[in-house]
Structure formats: C-alpha cells, structure tokens
C-alpha cells in the first residue's frame, strides 16, 4: 500500500475520544483529521475532523467502550460499516484501537525525534497527497457498499462480454504479426 493509504486507514474512523485517548489528550474538535461520516444517510461522506461521538466512557478498557458504543448503535443498519452486522462492526472497532495503540508507539517516537525543517510542507495537503479522494472512495464504500458491488458487477460482466466476444468471433479481436 502507498503510505497514504496507510493514513486513510488508520484514521478513517478516528472519533475525537480516541483522538485524545491514544494521540492527544489535548486534541481540538477543529483537529484537521478527515474521516469518513458514520451516518450514512448524510451527503456529507467525509468529516474534515474527527468528531465526538458522544461514546459513553463507562469502562475501564477503549476495548469495552467501543464495544458499549456500536452495540449501542446496533440497530442502525446505517451506522458505521452500512448493512454490516453488530459482530462484524465490533470486530473492526476492536480492530482499529489495535492499530491506533500501534500508531502511537510511532507518534511517541516522532514527538521524540521529530523530522528536521525540510519536510515537505505538501505532506500535509491531503488533495496532493492522494488521502482526499482516498477517503472518499472508502467512504463510498463504506457507506453504499451496494455502489460498489453494482460497479465490480459491472466490470465483472463486460469483462465476461468481451471474453466472450472474442471466443465468438476470434479473428475480429486477435492481431495478425505475419505480413501478407
């Protein structure tokens, strides 16, 4: 994977309470970090900050909270991941607080050691970078996994009609390298 879709992923459904939690106990609502809308019935497909959630901390564990959190949700066909089932949505939150508790050994060492002044002040613009229209592609799927499927099938069959076009109807698609 390219690093910035690395970046999608590991913030792709980033909330403000995991923001503080693993990064920042200090971080702003205006925190600059795209992710992806969990209500999918919104025309908003991508957040330009991670929210709050309004999770209930109630537990000891990110693990319980997020697990208090989606099943809270559980309901919703159009919460997170939509149509997926509770199970599936909580595997992936319990997912992602193992990739944030990883992300921020990394973050501890970079606040350590951070780069020197000539990094390229264009590895914050996301539009450059590649994690804008990354994130609003995984928000589409994310969100309209029908969109995404109908579009595979698409694919899938004009791949199927040309093959067999050609199996029809051979000398119309194959290319002669013998001169006459």
Same mark, same amino acid.
């Given at each position: 994977?390219?690093?910035?879709? &690395? &970046?999608? @992923?590991?913030? @792709?459904?980033?909330?403000?309470?995991?923001?503080?939690?693993?990064?920042?106990?200090?971080?702003?609502?205006?925190?600059?970090?795209?992710?992806?809308?969990?209500?999918?019935?919104?025309?908003?497909?991508?957040?330009?900050?991670?929210?709050?959630?309004?999770?209930?901390?109630?537990?000891?564990?990110?693990?319980?909270?997020?697990?208090?959190?989606?099943?809270?949700?559980?309901?919703?066909?159009?919460?997170?991941?939509?149509?997926?089932?509770?199970?599936?949505?909580?595997?992936?939150?319990? @997912?992602?607080?193992?990739?944030?508790?990883?992300? &921020?050994?990394?973050?501890?060492?970079?606040?350590?050691?951070?780069?020197?002044?000539?990094?390229?002040?264009?590895?914050?613009?996301?539009?450059?970078?590649?994690?804008?229209?990354?994130?609003?592609?995984?928000?589409?799927?994310?969100?309209?996994?029908?969109?995404? &499927?109908?579009?595979?099938?698409?694919?899938?069959?004009?791949?199927?009609?040309?093959?067999?076009?050609?199996?029809?109807?051979?000398?119309?698609?194959?290319?002669?390298?013998?001169?006459?």
């Amino acid at each position: 994977k390219q690093w910035y879709q &690395r &970046r999608v @992923h590991g913030v @792709h459904s980033l909330s403000l309470e995991m923001l503080r939690h693993y990064f920042d106990n200090n971080a702003h609502q205006n925190n600059g970090i795209p992710v992806v809308n969990h209500n999918c019935l919104s025309e908003q497909y991508v957040l330009p900050n991670a929210p709050s959630t309004g999770m209930n901390i109630s537990f000891k564990t990110t693990a319980m909270n997020a697990v208090d959190h989606i099943l809270s949700h559980m309901d919703d066909e159009n919460f997170g991941v939509k149509g997926s089932p509770p199970l599936e949505k909580v595997v992936h939150a319990i @997912h992602m607080l193992e990739v944030w508790n990883s992300a &921020r050994e990394e973050y501890k060492k970079l606040l350590e050691n951070p780069p020197k002044d000539n990094v390229c002040s264009c590895v914050k613009n996301d539009t450059l970078t590649g994690v804008g229209e990354t994130i609003e592609q995984l928000a589409i799927q994310i969100c309209h996994p029908e969109a995404v &499927r109908q579009t595979k099938d698409q694919k899938k069959r004009s791949i199927e009609d040309s093959t067999l076009s050609a199996q029809q109807n051979p000398t119309a698609t194959s290319t002669s390298y013998v001169s006459t």
